[in-house]
């Protein structure tokens, strides 16, 4: 049975810390790295549900996308949901882990996997890191020849399983050089323009984001910031279970995109 801090240091592995972004809350969030697991379950965001299967699945750690608590928090108690969930955990003994942006721009991560999902070509780090040029924030990689806006956005709803996208722009026009950023990405669209993309793949953005977006002539495809992401959570857990042999890994099967397309 391995210790805590040997599946953090394989988490660290995949992805680096130093990634992440200067205003994220990542590491270990609750427990001690002495602690002796064999199970851990990956999810995007720890809601009274999914910690509720942790408890109940006997997960000794919970490796969320989402860190909770994100912010400091005064004090924790059951009048709170954050409070009523850290505390569940805390009396079940369960370790909290978040890699959050650093899972996002480590090479192999969340937006390196969309990248592959799109089926793009010669894909780069919208900003590299400074110390592996292939890891970074973002991705920008060429779409398919001949693919529109359209086509490549039914291609990724298909592969995520989203029953529908937000569009910015005309979606008959050729993809072209694409950008990725997961999650809620729309304050990366300058970035995304400089790059040299015609296309932005993201999570979710704002009225006023869609808005320069379009002053920007760049189309943006949304797919959900839920759906952007949650699909990683299955690919974390399996390269956990490989690195540790003998440890149980698993996404969790009871968490659920909050928000539904209604045709």
Known sequence: MPTLRAVIEALETVAPLRLAADWDSVGLLVGSSRLQID???TCLSLTPEVAA?????????VVTHHPLPFRPVPRITA??????????????????????????SAIGGI????????????????EP???????????A???PAGWSVAQLSRHIASRLGAKG??????????????????GSGGDSLAAVKEAGCTTFLTGEVKLHQAL???????????????????FSMEVLAAQLAEAEPGLVCWASRDESDPLEWLA
């Open 53 to 61: 299967e942790a408890v109940r699945e006997r997960a000794e750690m």
């Open 129 to 139: 890191d400074s110390l592996h040029a292939l890891a970074g924030f973002g991705r």
């Open 111 to 126: 937006n390196d996997q969309l990248a592959a999902l799109l089926g793009l070509d010669h894909v780069t780090p919208i």
């Open 165 to 182: 996208v937000h569009l910015v722009g005309d979606s008959s026009r050729a993809a072209g050089r694409v950008g990725i950023v997961c």
């Open 39 to 41: 199970r851990v379950m």
């Open 79 to 104: 009048d709170t949901t954050t409070g009523r969930v850290l505390l569940d955990l805390i009396h079940a003994g369960i370790a909290v882990w978040s890699s959050h942006t650093a899972w996002d």
């Open 212 to 230: 320069e977006a379009q002053a920007l002539d760049l189309a943006v495809i949304a797919v959900g910031h839920h759906a952007s992401e949650r």
């Open 141 to 143: 990689g060429t779409a």
